[in-house]
């Protein structure tokens, strides 16, 4: 099992920034991707930026450019630094996270954290 704690949303002006954290606890050993999506009011869950165990990432269109992934698996926490932030980017940010056991694949979620931007 792993625990997902998301902390860094609130409320920002259009072309402010923000950094999102994502700590992970549990069985934190076997953790491979780790990726951030979010979910804007009345519209599906989608991926932002992801990340592997190695280090490599990946990006949405929308936020290429603006936004950041990143890791600290000293931490077992994974990032997302959000710049030129736009009222679109305003929704539910959550962080999911993949672990690989006895080649068992699992999917976890954090709790979502809000992020609202101003006009």
């Known amino acids: 099992q792993v625990q997902l704690v998301e902390s860094g949303g609130g409320l920002v002006q259009a072309g402010g920034s923000l950094r999102l954290s994502c700590a992970a606890s549990g069985s934190i050993s076997s953790i491979t991707t780790m990726a951030w999506y979010r979910q804007p009011p009345g519209k599906q869950r989608e991926l932002l930026a992801s990340i592997t165990s190695g280090g490599s990432t990946a990006y949405a269109d929308s936020v290429k450019g603006r936004f950041t992934i990143s890791r600290d698996n000293a931490k077992n926490t994974v990032y997302l630094q959000m710049n030129s932030l736009k009222p679109e980017d305003t929704a539910v940010y959550y962080c999911?996270?993949?672990?690989?056991?006895?080649?068992?694949?699992?999917?976890?979620w954090g709790q979502g954290t809000q992020v609202t931007v101003s006009s």
């Open positions: 999911k996270v993949e672990t690989l056991t006895a080649w068992v694949k699992r999917t976890y």
